[in-house]
């Protein structure tokens, strides 16, 4: 079982950063990747961002390129969200989870943490 623990959202002005982080735990924590999804308000839940976790390699949503970055520690199993030029549309509850790729090279979540809420105000 692993645990997924989020930290980091908050309300912040139009334009501003936020940085958000996960902390994983577990028996054996050995994921293939892990990401970030979200949820806005009367919103299905997206993906925002994922990142293999031995190359390092990235994936993003097309509307936030150029403006969040997704890190991870490997020593310290953290999964780190760093959000720049945030819009009101990036209002939402953060979720970090961790999974892995299908044969349609989709990220699939296995566990997630319980969110974190991040609020762009205009």
């Known amino acids: 079982q692993v645990q997924l623990v989020e930290s980091g959202g908050g309300l912040v002005q139009s334009g501003g950063s936020l940085r958000l982080s996960c902390a994983a735990s577990?028996?054996?924590?050995?994921?293939?990747?892990m990401g970030w999804f979200r949820q806005g308000p009367g919103k299905v839940r997206e993906f925002v961002a994922c990142?293999?976790?031995?190359?390092?390699?990235?994936y993003y949503k097309d509307s936030v390129k150029g403006r969040f970055t997704i890190s991870r520690d490997n020593a310290k199993n953290t999964v780190n969200l760093q959000m720049n030029s945030l819009k009101p549309e990036d209002t939402a509850v953060y979720y970090c989870?961790?999974?892995?790729?299908?044969?349609?090279?989709?990220?699939?979540?296995?566990?997630w943490g319980q969110g974190t809420q991040v609020t762009v105000s205009s």
């Open positions: 989870n961790a999974g892995e790729f299908n044969f349609l090279s989709d990220y699939i979540p296995a566990d």
């Open positions: 577990g028996r054996t924590f050995s994921p293939y990747a």
């Open positions: 990142i293999v976790w031995v190359s390092g390699r990235t």
